[in-house]
């Protein structure tokens, strides 16, 4: 059973800085894709940014030049450096991943707070 463990979250200014990690575990298989998604009170979860075993990315247009995700596939481990932070970045995250060729699979981390204060 894929296990994906979070950390990095926390406070942060407006303008400041965070990175988090999320380390994925429990499986012999490679990940198609890795990523991060967030929800904020009151709204749906949404997609931040997404990382392909190729090294494509994926970002939401409202982090696009503030956020950069990379992973590091020996280590099965995705980072998501957000810089610029906004008080609308403000929400959990939740790190995924995801394999769509046989075993398939799509896990989810249990979420870490950011908080950015204006």
């Known amino acids: 059973q894929v296990q994906l463990v979070e950390s990095g979250g926390g406070l942060a200014q407006a303008g400041g800085s965070l990175r988090l990690s999320c380390a994925a575990s429990?499986?012999?298989?490679?990940?198609?894709?890795m990523g991060w998604y967030r929800q904020a009170p009151g709204k749906q979860r949404e997609l931040v940014a997404t990382?392909?075993?190729?090294?494509?990315?994926n970002y939401a247009d409202s982090v696009k030049g503030r956020f950069t995700i990379s992973r590091d596939n020996a280590k099965n481990t995705v980072y998501l450096q957000m810089n610029s932070l906004k008080p609308e970045d403000t929400a959990v995250y939740y790190c995924?991943?995801?394999?769509?060729?046989?075993?398939?699979?799509?896990?989810w981390g249990q979420g870490t707070q950011v908080t950015v204060s204006s």
């Open positions: 990382i392909t075993s190729d090294g494509s990315t």
């Open positions: 429990g499986s012999r298989y490679s990940f198609d894709s």
């Open positions: 995924n991943a995801k394999r769509w060729t046989p075993p398939f699979f799509n896990s």
